[in-house]
């Protein structure tokens, strides 16, 4: 299993609007084969703050879906990122 997890850093004025067309990222992800869960959501303390968590049951699957990454549109919107994979041996009850 794989985590995606951090954030993205856009202009304030345009987090909400990034977080709302990304509305169709997350519902192509989580209708991919071994999407287990994904999300983009507005931070609630920073305005300029969208986070991001994925989870992934392969590699193999994150990958396929993947492809080339964000348009070249989408990607100038972005001013900074942080965020990292994780691979995860073991699942446990919280």
């Known amino acids: 299993m794989l985590i995606v997890a ?3 850093l856009t202009d304030p004025a345009d987090r909400d ?4 067309e990304g509305t169709r990222a997350v519902a192509l992800a989580r ?3 071994g999407c287990l869960d994904f999300a983009l959501t507005a931070d609630t303390l920073d305005p300029a703050r969208v986070n991001v968590f994925e989870r992934w049951a392969s590699e193999e699957e994150l ?5 080339s990454g964000p348009d070249g549109g989408t990607a100038a919107r972005i001013l900074d990122a ?3 994979r994780y691979v995860i041996s ?3 009850d919280a």
């Open 6 to 8: 951090g954030h993205l």
């Open 17 to 20: 609007a990034l977080v709302a």
């Open 31 to 33: 209708s991919a084969p």
């Open 63 to 67: 990958l396929a879906f993947r492809g």
């Open 82 to 84: 942080d965020v990292r």
């Open 90 to 92: 073991s699942v446990g």
